[in-house]
């Protein structure tokens, strides 16, 4: 037990110090909900969202499914989903990995969120948009 939430602490501590440090990326433009045509930016959920091409998916936190498994967790994901595009949208921001970031299994781009000193993925968390995610860390729990 005490090895395991050695490790889950340690885990924590990696996923918030890469937050914090190495190269950047600025963005500044404007996000929609995807679907909407001609966008160059759009967010399909609460914790990823699209530039042209690119997937990102967003480092420090789980966010409800789209599809989830009840009524409440469908109606929060919503929520998560419009949060993320409103601070998308409210002015430049800096993305994790500079031009070379890592990769989820699905090929996404893997990336945490600042703007100034406010990490996105913590205010999605104490919102309650949004669980913290990383080793020690459940997922789920939206329909209890």
Known sequence: MGTLLLIAAASLLIMRFHRDTGEVQTVDMNFTLCGV???????????????GRRKIRLAGYNAPEMKGDCAAEVA??????????????????AMSGGDEPPFDQYG????????????????MIE????????WGFERGGWCD
Do not use: H, K, P
Request: charged share 30%.
């Open 76 to 93: 929060l994901a919503r929520q998560s989903r419009d949060a993320l595009r409103d601070w998308l949208n409210q002015g430049t921001f």
């Open 127 to 134: 919102r309650g948009l949004a669980q913290e995610s990383g």
């Open 108 to 123: 996404r781009e893997l990336r945490s969120l600042t703007r100034g000193d406010d990490a996105l993925a913590d205010m």
């Open 37 to 51: 045509r001609g966008s160059q930016g759009c967010v399909i959920d609460g914790d990823t969202f699209m530039i």
